[in-house]
């Protein structure tokens, strides 16, 4: 539309005015702002930031990923290896050792976990094969955690035999389990009187212990589980009448243990050993004439014993005859020094209420079964007969 401006009015030159459309170039890509007027980024751009992120992450996981691995993998030892940790040893020093001995595969690695593993506990620990670097250090350090092993301890085993058990079960060694069972300052905080070692006091049963547990504890424990089972000895007329204490209720009871086959045989084994100690007929002599009591000294002072070189659990004529063998009750009178074995229950509560018979003699006939024998003359016909 052309309209005349006021100038052509006055004889001006006239100035045709248009009415243009504006057309303006297309702005560039500007960031959006949202509702609340914040610019966001494009989302090309925080698509890269997430790629970065993640790649960051991934980089930092992988070593600790690996760490992982190697914490729970383990050493190249093939057998329980008894580790001594010296109080005054340096921590480099001591993971050397452990990598010598096929404990450790990097000793630098493992000195840095051991850092934030605590403090490594002096004295022996049983270590065994195959142990991860994270189990290696909760036993160095005895902390919580521990793997947790089973120690079963049937009727009759002595604690020679005990000890080679928990070895196996790697809950302590052999070797420190019996010097702690014959440490005297053990014996007197445990109260075990007139007593070389804990022999008899070992109750057994099956036991749940963490791996490489100090020896004592260990056998803290088992005594404890029998001492619950003499609380009542003082009841009995057989142990007022002869003055006896637990150790000799335990020594009895041990006897009877390793004798008696059959659990009903128990009170009658018993009722030979009272018998014997009371009879006119051994009151000169008392000798109670147990074989297995004649073994136990090869397990306890062999060094001591000339017949035991050679012995191979089977009790013969010699060593029951050797006037060296203090355990051999055909050389002393009446009991011997102490237990020779560890008795359950039952074989206690017989040692205490033996069954009342006139019997001084039994014989093995077969099947772990005894017969018992009033005279000398009926035991021998018993011996002889086939």
Not at 84 to 104: C, N
Not at 144 to 172: H, M, W
Not at 205 to 216: H, L, M, N, V
Not at 257 to 272: D, G, N, T, W, Y
Request: glycine share 8%.
């Amino acid at each position: 539309e052309a309209r005349r401006g006021e100038g052509s009015r006055r004889g001006e030159p006239s100035v045709v005015t248009q009415s243009v459309k504006r057309t303006t170039a297309k702005p560039k890509s500007r960031a959006r702002r949202s509702p609340g007027g914040k610019s966001k980024r494009p989302a090309g751009g925080r698509a890269t930031w997430r790629r970065w992120l993640v790649a960051a992450l991934g980089a930092s996981l992988l070593p600790l990923g690996a760490f992982v691995v190697w914490a729970h993998s383990g050493g190249d030892a093939t057998r329980a290896v008894r580790f001594e940790v010296d109080p005054y040893e340096q921590r480099a020093q001591l993971i050397q050792r452990l990598h010598a001995a096929g404990l450790v595969q990097s000793p630098t690695l493992f000195g840095w976990y051991l850092t934030f593993a605590g403090e490594v506990e002096p004295g022996p620990h049983l270590l065994g094969p195959g142990l991860s670097a994270a189990e290696l250090g909760r036993r160095l350090t005895r902390s919580r955690g521990r793997q947790v092993q089973k120690l079963s301890i049937p009727e009759g085993l002595n604690l020679f035999q005990i000890a080679e058990r928990a070895e196996t079960a790697q809950i302590c060694s052999a070797r420190d389990f019996i010097g702690s069972a014959r440490k005297q300052t053990l014996l007197d905080e445990l109260g075990i009187e007139h007593a070389q070692s804990v022999e008899g006091y070992l109750f057994p049963a099956t036991y749940d212990f963490p791996a490489d547990s100090r020896p004592e504890d260990v056998i803290r424990r088992l005594v404890r589980e029998t001492r619950k089972r003499l609380r009542s000895l003082g009841e009995s007329p057989y142990v007022k009448r002869r003055g006896w204490g637990e150790h000799e209720v335990l020594t009895l009871a041990s006897m009877i243990e390793k004798e008696a086959q059959v659990p009903e045989e128990r009170a009658l084994i018993s009722s030979v050993f009272h018998n014997r100690l009371d009879s006119p007929d051994f009151e000169k002599r008392r000798y109670l004439q147990s074989d297995p009591t004649s073994a136990y000294a090869c397990y306890a002072e062999p060094e001591r014993v000339p017949a035991c070189q050679g012995f191979s659990g089977k009790v013969t004529p010699a060593l029951n005859r050797d006037p060296a063998n203090r355990y051999s009750t055909y050389v002393v009178q009446g009991l011997p020094p102490g237990p020779i074995a560890n008795p359950g229950e039952a074989a206690i509560e017989a040692a205490v209420a033996p069954a009342k018979t006139d019997y001084l003699f039994f014989v093995a006939r077969g099947g772990g079964r005894h017969h018992f024998s009033r005279t000398y003359a009926e035991h021998q016909r018993a011996v002889e007969s086939p």
